[in-house]
Each structure stands twice: as C-alpha cells, then as structure tokens.
C-alpha cells in the first residue's frame, strides 16, 4: 500500500462555465459553478464541496499523502484544506499543493501530463514512489481508489470501468476513451472516441467494452521521463496522460494492467450535473471522519 494520491484539479473547467442547465440552479450555485473550480463547488446541505467526498473515500481507501495540483489562484483551496505550501492537516490527511504553472503565450494550462509531471519537479519525492493519480471532479468509490492503492502485482495499473455499468447518457459515453487489452489485461492501447462500427473491436476477455474515467497507479521512477518528453496533442495542442502511458506501454510491455470494474462513477462535468451529484451524497455520512 502506496498511500499516495495526486488529484488533478488545475483545469480551466470550461464545460462547467458555459450555459448548459444554467436555469436549474439557484443564483448561489450559478455563482459557483462560474467562478469555483468544479470539484470545490457545493453538493450538500452544509455547503461542503465534492472534494470532500473524494478525500473522504481516499481515506477509507488507505491514503494519507494528497497533492491537489491546482492553478496559481487556489486560495479558496487553502481556505478549505490549509494554507500552507504543504504538510497541512486535514482529517488526518497530509495535504500538499503543487501549482501547474500556465506557459506564457498560453490562457490554457497545458495538459494533464504537463500538470502531473510539474507536481513531480515540486515535490520530487514522488519520482521514486508509486501514487494514484486521480481528476478531481468524478467521485471514484472507495472499492475502486483501494483497488490501486493496494495494487502491487504490476508496477502499473488503470482501472478499466464496464461501459454498461456507466448511468450516463448513450451520446455521453460514447465520448469516453475505450482501452484494450491482451489476454492478460495488459493495455495495449486507449482509443478516443471510436465509431459505432468498431465497437467490437475492444471487448475483452468477459465480452465488457472497457473505458478509462481517468484513474491511475504510477511507478513514478519508470513514468517520470514520459512526462517530460510528452508530446503535444495534434488536434487539442495539450500534453495528455494517455498520450504518456501509451509512449510508456510501447517501450515496456506488459507493464500496465487493467483493473476491471463495474460501477457508476459521478461526474462533476457541467451545471446539469450538481443537482445530480447533490442527490447522490445525501446517503453519504462525513460525520465519522
């Protein structure tokens, strides 16, 4: 058991900024869902936001060193999780901050594999360890972030959620990045939105289409230079995870298996989303923390 996690939450959020349900929301959570980072927006009655529940699950999971990556303005962060560089405390939990910097010439960070690999340069430590690396706005159980935390047969692991199990729209799934893999569930490829046609091309060994929600475990020894020799994505102009670990697989075989899971995974995404996730942590209980 590793016990460390990396959640990426220095996106630009775009998708959450835009109009999509806007007409649901009361004028607070509009307000929030403008200006706040996604996952530090409000799903409960006592105005706590998403990633509590995630550090919540993160704990119960084994976890005990964080490092959220967020942009240069993450004082509302720091308001809810220490405001100190690092070593804040916070339920028990060591939360440290890394900042992904934004190029000049750029209004856009850079990509998730340019975020993760600054976080390594900050806290260098974590290019002799293996951590879990994590998107900040879906709410992965506690069953799927032990999985990897306590994962050790594979220097590296993904897990590789059952398309059916998803409780999105078809035309949202669809839009989500198939994996496939040989018969010993090694990846050996992830392919971005796929035709129809296709499909059956990645089904695996118990006939499942497997799809990435975006969580990983990491040899960060093995993963480091592939972050930094990343190159940009053609159509997107980002350096992406994906992108990484396939230039990764491609070098080490069989050296990155694939977790199958199946199970629902909530996502922060767009206003339309809130009142969903809301619904969802109703059941969930903070107090035993």
Not at 31 to 42: E, G, H, V, W
Not at 157 to 169: E, G, H, P, Q, V
Request: hydrophobic residues 35%; proline residues 4%; positive net charge.
């Amino acid at each position: 058991m590793d016990g460390n996690l990396i959640i990426l939450a220095g996106g630009a959020s775009s998708r959450m900024k835009g109009l999509t349900g806007s007409d649901t929301l009361t004028k607070d959570e509009k307000y929030q869902a403008d200006n706040r980072s996604k996952c530090l927006i409000s799903i409960d009655k006592n105005g706590r936001p998403l990633l509590d529940y995630l550090l919540y699950n993160a704990k119960k999971a084994g976890y005990k060193n964080i490092y959220i990556i967020t942009s240069k303005k993450n004082e509302l962060f720091k308001m809810f999780y220490g405001d100190k560089r690092s070593d804040n405390d916070f339920k028990g939990l060591k939360i440290n901050y890394a900042i992904q910097h934004v190029p000049s010439k750029r209004e856009k960070p850079l990509g998730t594999a340019d975020a993760l690999y600054q976080a390594m340069n900050q806290y260098p430590e974590l290019q002799t360890v293996s951590f879990t690396v994590c998107n900040s706005d879906n709410l992965y159980s506690i069953k799927a972030l032990k999985l990897l935390n306590e994962y050790s047969v594979v220097t590296n692991a993904l897990i590789s959620y059952d398309r059916d199990s998803l409780k999105f729209s078809e035309d949202r799934i669809m839009k989500f990045a198939l994996m496939l893999f040989n018969k010993g569930q090694y990846l050996q490829d992830i392919v971005e939105k796929p035709s129809i046609d296709t499909l059956t091309k990645y089904v695996d060994v118990n006939e499942k289409i497997r799809v990435s929600m975006n969580i990983f475990k990491f040899d960060g020894n093995m993963f480091f230079k592939y972050l930094e020799n990343c190159p940009l994505h053609p159509q997107r102009g980002e350096k992406e995870l994906p992108t990484s670990l396939l230039n990764m697989v491609k070098d080490h075989p069989n050296s990155t298996i694939g977790i199958p899971l199946s199970e629902h995974v909530p996502d922060l995404t767009s206003k339309e989303d809130i009142s969903v996730l809301k619904n969802y942590v109703k059941n969930i209980n903070l107090s035993d923390w």
